[in-house]
């Protein structure tokens, strides 16, 4: 067991870093975030290093600094964490990024293990792209098989002609087709597992995109019992079978029937858990404390509903609104720049839950 | 109004200066701690100063580096406030802390403003102590004007045979004497002011000591509306007579026939109002950091009760039970040396609030 008092790493500055740092503060745990970005957010709540993800001098001091290292950016090089992995334990460790970094990777060890999804293909051709897509039998969703996010790095393909035009936007041969499948809602769930197996899970969301991009969470989402049952049954199995030590966010489409398909896999904190800061007993970001730190899992039953929307660019001039809003919760990020789609903050609302106990 | 990226100074590094610094990151802001202790716990989530209070370049350049002064440590020198206060708004300001900083000051002040309290005696030697007892008419406490916290600093004197060994246990003449009063419960409101007169408070709670510390918080207080609404009242006058902007906490007995005498001010943040942290929409941290920053205050009605237990000196052991409760939701300060009494962290337990509004 990890006590409080000692020191978390974090690897990468963004704002799940940041809350994550404030969520490790409020349990007595200092913290010492990693990032190459100067202007990293979590850097002005916690003890920082700049450095590269190659710098492996960094990277060692770094090491001896901390107790556990932890991330908020999937896409840190296997090699870094491999090189941390020496001296200090890493939660999640190396071998869940190798799969969770490349889509392709990532698919193969979902449908290996038997767990649900779209049919897809790996390509890295034209022609691949032209047998994949009459393999799939109708339109497919082309991805780079790393390094997306947000939209960045997919195109829908609904015809042969639209092949060309999309390999170029992509500039990469490393793509995976998926069969584009029609779906009921976008859910996902947010799971933690300790390095003894012990598991916890907060209940499903549903989630709203725009231009590909995390607009709303509603929690918990408005599905049957038994669905969600299953989809927390579904995101438990997979970190167990990844061996996350950590959270896991799993992304899943409810298509017709009820049937659910695993989208995306994310070993981090997420930001369709926002609502859990504001709505539950414990946050997904205590809970990735409490889980890498082997501490006892927190309660992860909601004692409110709530309503998640991202500020994202310039909706975030709206924060003087939100403030003078009675019980609209608003978290900012402490971004200086106001950039088109960057996530600058959000704000939960809650609701009522049919019965919520309150503890 | 102070947006949002801008950096807010907090003078003092102890928990509650820490509370304020993490409460002001989920709003965007940067935080600057200044404090002459090493070991200040609240260096570890925010940029810092360590250095005296009479480092006169050491608080000019922390001033230069700040858009507004707040302090969670009431004794802060006024010469170092009003030095602050040449740059930068000191919220709130010498002239709130010149009298909450002397006991007697701070009593005349209630008693010329027609605020109720216990009587006293301002007195400096060992005649004028025996000619108060006999004035005030029964046995008395007697306090040290300055510096007192948790029961250090006071007396209780019941005989004039007791009036020579306490004159020696406080080494000071410098001296309050107060009528004992019995009273049914000690309660307390944090107010929230805005320079612009804005108010909200939040609602009474009862405390309970156990050697002169702080153990226990109910919230809100088993009182009836009418004495919480005149509570509430009470403290927000005061925090209008004298000027806060920011929190101001009133401590107050509540005697027999249900009347209400004030014990003591503080213009800062309070041990009692952590159970806010967990069942308000707005914390009392996140209130303070709204005060000083003209931003709308926000909404003080909570949506649970609470009960809310200091963890002091050696208590602090039992986190690891802490964490396994359900529900129970503990918070550490980071503090590494444990001392007889030291507040170490507290965890609060919530319990539903008849007729509260989930929102």
């Known amino acids: 067991m990890i006590a409080p008092g000692a020191t978390i790493g974090i690897l990468g500055g963004g704002q799940l870093g940041r809350m994550t740092a404030l969520a490790a503060a409020d349990l007595g745990y200092a913290c010492h975030v990693y990032a190459p970005e100067p202007d990293s957010p979590a850097f002005a709540v916690a003890r920082s290093t700049c450095a590269a993800w190659d710098d492996l001098e960094a990277l060692d001091q770094f090491a001896r600094s901390v107790a556990v290292v932890t991330l908020e950016f999937e896409n840190v090089p ?41 049919p897809y293909r790996g390509v890295d051709s034209a022609e691949g792209i032209g047998r994949a897509l009459r393999e799939l039998g109708g339109p497919g969703v082309l991805k780079t098989t790393r390094l997306g996010y947000d939209g960045r790095g997919q195109r829908v393909i609904g015809s042969p002609e639209e092949v060309e035009p999309a390999l170029a936007a992509l500039g990469t041969r490393a793509l995976v ?8 809602r ?6 933690a597992r300790r390095a003894d197996g012990a598991r916890a899970s907060f209940p499903p969301v549903e989630n709203r995109h725009e231009h590909h991009i995390l607009k709303t969470t509603i929690a918990p989402a408005p599905i049957a019992d038994a669905l969600a049952t299953e989809a927390m049954r579904l995101a438990e199995a997979i970190a167990e079978r990844l061996g996350v030590v950590g959270l896991l966010a799993v992304e899943m489409f409810v298509v017709s029937g009820g ?3 695993v989208n995306e896999l994310a070993p981090r904190p997420h930001n369709s858990g926002h609502w859990t800061l504001d709505a539950c007993p414990v946050s997904q ?6 889980a890498i730190c082997d501490l006892p899992l927190g309660d992860p039953t ?11 660019g310039e909706e975030v001039a709206s924060w003087p609104e939100l403030l003078a809003e009675p019980g609209a919760r608003l978290h900012l990020y402490g971004k200086r720049e106001v950039r088109p789609g960057r996530k600058m903050g959000h704000v939960t609302r809650l609701r009522p839950l049919a019965g919520a106990l309150m503890r």
Chains 1, 2 share one sequence.
């Open 78 to 118: 296997v090699f870094a964490l491999e090189r941390l992995a020496r001296r200090v334990p890493v939660r999640p460790g190396p071998s869940v990024l190798a799969v969770t970094q490349d889509r392709l990777a990532e698919k193969e060890f979902l449908r290996t293990n038997g767990f649900p999804l779209a």
């Open 259 to 261: 049937r659910l398909l």
């Open 285 to 290: 970001f205590q809970q990735l404390v409490r």
């Open 302 to 312: 909601p004692f409110a509903g709530a309503v998640m929307d991202n500020l994202l």
């Open 177 to 184: 087709l998926e069969a584009f499948v029609p779906f009921e």
């Open 186 to 191: 976008e859910i996902s769930v947010v799971t």
